[in-house]
């Protein structure tokens, strides 16, 4: 199995930490976003979309979009909750994430860290829908301990992956108890790796 | 079971051709987006992100996010691949739905049919990014008949939903004639029902 990812990406963050999660090996390729690796025809032609992380599998079949290839490699884990109401919330979750968390807090931090000369204009916009954002997370985590049901789930890892680095996107936890209480469970599970961490 | 929805959405419309498709029944409750009702204090109370559409079961148990509404309504139908890969490609189309193709063509027709005097700035950009996302849809479906596999999937209704409405989104479908033959193959299905009806 080889995971073509960017160590500073939370969504190729994500599957690396399930990987470590679940015990399993894989080949860890390298993918520079910023010179444009992930556009070159090579790359183009394993995943028309242009995006990492990208799963290969031992016979060649490639899977992308993150919150996708976490479903795959957890099918039959403890992370996919056994009840169908309780699997389908899970995936609101997930694609919550996708659509309102990630393209806010993800997009706000990379233009922080990489974007400032050309892109700071967009930056009062996405910090409101951060907050609001972060706003929903600490309500709802404010009467449970992770986001689906009684235990940990592919949910927790997606939310996980950009809300943990959220200050490099200028977003202050400190005011979210529940979040931040969140973070620390999460945090506990023993398999824990960090962002940039490359378990093999 | 009650579907909180309003007609011209693309994403209630995926929730509608599948209960249909599915021959359940449920009350159809309008809300109207334009007159701010998703963001009444009762409507945040059953969703907190304030969207459409909103599932809500008979024991007030409630689920939104429209592809997670799809997988929990059609577990266990045909329109659910039982091959573990095929599954999770499913979710990578359903994925890329939400996070590439939606904030492109559901945006720019957002813009075209309601906001022109305030938003047609962003336009240029959304029909840059609408293109590549036809394409992409187009090159794959040149060598398929459905997304996944080789039979409809959930990624079908998704992808469906707001590709067949482009043009309002400002996009020339005619140039995509993959895309087009696959909108012919989708419409065939026997229990279709366009935008804007409700099958009770």
Redesign the interface.
């Known amino acids: 199995m080889k995971l073509y990812d960017y160590l500073p990406s939370g969504n190729s963050y994500k599957v690396r930490w399930l990987l470590s999660y679940l015990g399993l090996s894989y080949t860890h390729i390298p993918i520079d976003i910023h010179k444009r690796e992930t556009h070159t025809p090579e790359f183009l032609n394993k995943n ?2 242009g995006q990492i992380p990208l799963l290969e ?1 031992e016979d060649g ?1 490639l ?7 976490l ?2 490699l957890a ?1 039959g884990s403890d992370l996919i909750p056994d009840d ?2 309780e ?3 899970m ?2 979750w ?3 994430e ?3 968390h ?2 806010a807090i993800a997009v706000a931090r990379f233009i922080r860290n990489y974007a400032m000369d050309s892109r700071s204009d967009e930056l009062p916009a996405l910090m409101t829908k951060g907050e609001a954002v972060l706003n ?1 997370m600490d ?2 985590l404010s009467e449970r301990d992770w986001f689906v049901g009684t235990s940990r789930s592919l949910a927790d890892i997606a939310l996980y992956a950009y809300t943990h680095v959220a200050d490099e996107a200028g977003f202050d936890l400190s005011q979210f108890s529940s979040i931040k209480a969140w973070l620390a469970r999460f945090e506990a599970i023993n398999v824990h790796i960090c962002m940039g961490d490359i378990p093999l």
Chains 1, 2 share one sequence.
């Open positions: 028309p979309a599998l079949r899977l992308a979009e993150s919150n996708a290839i479903t795959f099918e169908a109401f699997r389908a919330k995936m609101q997930m694609f919550w996708q659509y309102r990630e393209p929903i309500d709802h």
